[in-house]
């Protein structure tokens, strides 16, 4: 059980969200992975929240998501729909019929090289040949650590990337991985296209038994559910998945939060325009019925439009990346939701779902943005301050919700996330009695600096901040996105210092956009006046994340 974390359920609906997942639960495990010393910051996100503690058949401890996802057949590869860590091969071998056996054996998927050292690393077949596996989490919730040598880890390449289950490192529940056998991933013939063929899925008395009963499992062994965050393809027939089961949860699970995040991938070609009208009927669609059963929507894309017209993919001076590679598009989505969601993800204070959804939301607009700058422009001795002065009045923020410039867009509240940043750098570093060149550089602590400079440039919108030490793991299988411009921990090492450098996340009903980064992450959330919003997001030893929400149009 959580112990008192305000657990989460997690919903992958979609192949794309599925890359967008594969790298959140990596950067999740590497988190969990960071062994505790004097250097390390203290660890201010609680990972309850997300995972949930088992035990196997042979009475091992397992720390898993606490997932549910779908996706269609053929989309596996080769990770089996039941995992591996409940595996019990004594069991498999186990036949009750005596007659005469005929066995049909198809030949196992081969497995990304990448993944090879994953069952050795993780995973123990004893002489016996029982499936045991070694502890994950301690009695805090935390992995324990064997002082066994693990082999270097391969980067995989991008040509030996085909589904998500390429790069996935972390082991599921049985009951997480839902398959919808009806329709392919593969091949031109039974695709899930349209919206309504999403939605009929879950009118079938057998795939919606199957959701719910998972729903109940993982629901009925929380203390405390704060609610469900929905990761929902939109160009697809999964936006007609994601509405349904946003409605049901709705429906049975009345006063919890729904956040969906509604997963584009990177641009389209014009050269498929019946494929291009697919996507933006399935893309209007599901906006609408999710706005209609959730908490907060925000749709999240590299592409710089959701409408026919297509527009190039955002650009982050500091961060190369092909727009192209769905493993590439996602890896930077997945590292803006890590800041995004801190709020809610807290161990101590954290704000709820249900209660940042309220703050963000407006006269029924639940519609929210966010916007990022990749990476925080904090250089080698600058403090905190400084890099905020040099910003000026400009906002740095890149949008990626796909709604275009926000400039002139007002914003009446905003949940903002600053997180990597050592302490030393929190507050000003000038000796005593050098005249102060800002405000920002009286304050006596990194909150006041960053609610001030938020005070500063949006007199007038509601903020709601928060200053981590933790930064964001970004380990392999995530890719090389980030300049040789930048160290390790993400620090600008040369050349003009700009607003390229930050990862703003955003979610607003109308307004401004949030940043995150690698290891620090500035996360805003902010609704606002009447368009969809944006967010940016920043990869980097800080990152500033913000939220915001619009609604474009009248209804």
Known sequence: ????????????????AGFVGAHWWNQQDAALGCPTDAEEPPRELCPDVLYRTGRTLHGQETYTPRLIFMDLKGSLSSLKQEGGLYRDKQLDAAVAWEGKLTT??????????????????????SSDG???????????????????????????TEGSIRVWSDFLRVHLHPRSICMIHKYNHDGEAGRLEAFGQGENVLKEPGYLEELEDRLHFYTEECDYLQGFQ???????????????????????????GIIAWGLLPGPYSLQEPQKNIYRLLNTAFGLVHLTAHSSLVCPLSLSGSLGLRSEPPVCFPHLHYDATLPFHCSAILATALDTVTVPYRLRSSPVSM??????????????????????????????LPDTLVQLGGATPWTPLSACGDLA????????????????????????????????????????????????????????????LLTPCKVVPPYPHLFSSSLSKQGLILDGPRTGAGLIFLSLHSSGEHPCVRDPLFLFILAPGSRRLGQETLQTRPAALGQLHGHWSGTG
């Open 1 to 16: 059980m959580a112990g008192g974390a305000r657990e989460v359920l997690t919903l992958q609906l979609g192949h794309f």
């Open 104 to 125: 049909h054996k198809e030949e196992p998927y081969p497995k990304n090289p990448y993944l090879q050292d994953l069952p050795s690393a993780e995973e123990m077949l």
């Open 130 to 156: 029982v499936w045991r596996v070694k502890s994950a989490p301690s009695s805090k919730g935390l992995p324990s650590h064997t002082t066994a040598i693990t082999p270097k880890r391969l980067i995989p």
């Open 230 to 256: 929905i990761l929902c393809d939109l160009h697809d027939g999964f936006s007609g998945v994601g509405a349904k089961t946003a409605e049901l949860l709705q429906d049975e699970y009345s006063g919890r």
């Open 354 to 383: 249900v209660h940042l959804a309220d703050m963000l939301s407006f006269s029924g607009r639940k519609v929210v943005t966010v916007g990022a700058t990749i990476p925080f422009p904090l250089t080698l001795g600058q403090s």
């Open 408 to 467: 002139g867009i007002r914003c009446f509240a905003q949940s903002v996330v600053l997180r990597g940043i050592d302490r030393a750098c929190h507050t000003s570093q000038l000796t005593p009695g050098t005249p102060l060149p800002s405000p920002l550089h009286a304050c006596a602590t990194g909150k006041e600096v960053l609610a001030q400079y938020l005070q500063q440039q949006q007199p007038r919108v509601l903020s709601s901040s928060h200053l």
